[in-house]
């Protein structure tokens, strides 16, 4: 793929705990054949480290991200095996002169996973303070799609009228909700779901999760392991495919 051909996903990742969301949307993005623009915040490196214990570093993002998206929701490193990071460029998350800050930069959208609060209103009121919300303001100018997996519990007053806002704006606004009925076993298959589901929003073909089919009693079948072998790698010592 030339440069010219290449039109990618960004894939903002704030402070918001919830680090193996991210992690398993990427791992689907690049599954799909997709190209992905990302943009790591500040915040969110703290966050990642606390809860992988990986220190995610401009000068060393490829290493740093091939060993997170490696790594499974439980924290077992190594868990899956990760491909394609060719179809990754990363932008540090000050530089407000990279490509993704301008319109005239193709892009698919953007999906924001997770989505602190801070970072929801951010983007509701055009802060534009980093490059993930100046991306995130473009996004929504240009009409492209943005999705924003808020991750926070409880919601004030003030979160929920940002929100409303971005949903006023165009934007999918997506909270970071697992389900059961699809059968999870594992907590690697919650992550999955809202990964899925986020990856359905942009309309992204995934194998993540098992669809809801207008039957009762999927949640208490056997899921086959079909969504751990899935979403950009299968785990080690597991087959591909579902």
């Not at 990071?85 to 953007?110: C, E, N, Q």
């Amino acid at each position: 793929m030339t440069e010219a051909e290449r039109i990618p996903w960004v894939v903002g990742v704030s402070g918001a705990s919830g680090t193996p969301y991210a992690a398993a949307v990427l791992r689907g993005l690049l599954a799909a054949g997709e190209s992905v623009d990302l943009v790591v915040s500040r915040a969110s490196r703290l966050t990642l480290l606390d809860e992988t214990g990986i220190a995610y570093r401009d000068a060393h993002w490829r290493e740093d991200l091939a060993e997170w998206l490696a790594r499974g929701a439980d924290g077992k490193p190594g868990t899956f095996r990760v491909e394609r990071l060719d179809d990754v460029r990363h932008w540090a998350a000050g530089d407000l002169a990279a490509g993704p800050s301008s319109g005239s930069y193709r892009t698919k959208g953007m999906l924001i996973v997770p989505a602190s609060t801070a970072c929801v209103a951010g983007v509701a009121l055009g802060l534009s303070k980093d490059l993930l919300q100046r991306t995130a303001s473009v996004t929504l100018k240009e009409s492209r799609r943005l999705v924003v997996a808020v991750r926070e519990t409880p919601l004030n007053g003030q979160t929920l009228k940002h929100l409303v806002s971005l949903d006023e704006a165009g934007a999918v606004v997506l909270p970071a909700s697992p389900a059961f009925y699809a059968g999870a076993t594992h907590i690697q298959d919650l992550v999955d779901f809202v990964a899925g589901r986020v990856l359905d929003a942009a309309g992204v073909p995934h194998g993540l999760y098992r669809r809801w089919e207008g039957e009762l009693g999927g949640g208490s079948r056997e899921t086959g392991g079909g969504s751990r072998e899935l979403g950009g790698g299968s785990r080690e010592g597991e087959p591909r495919g579902g």
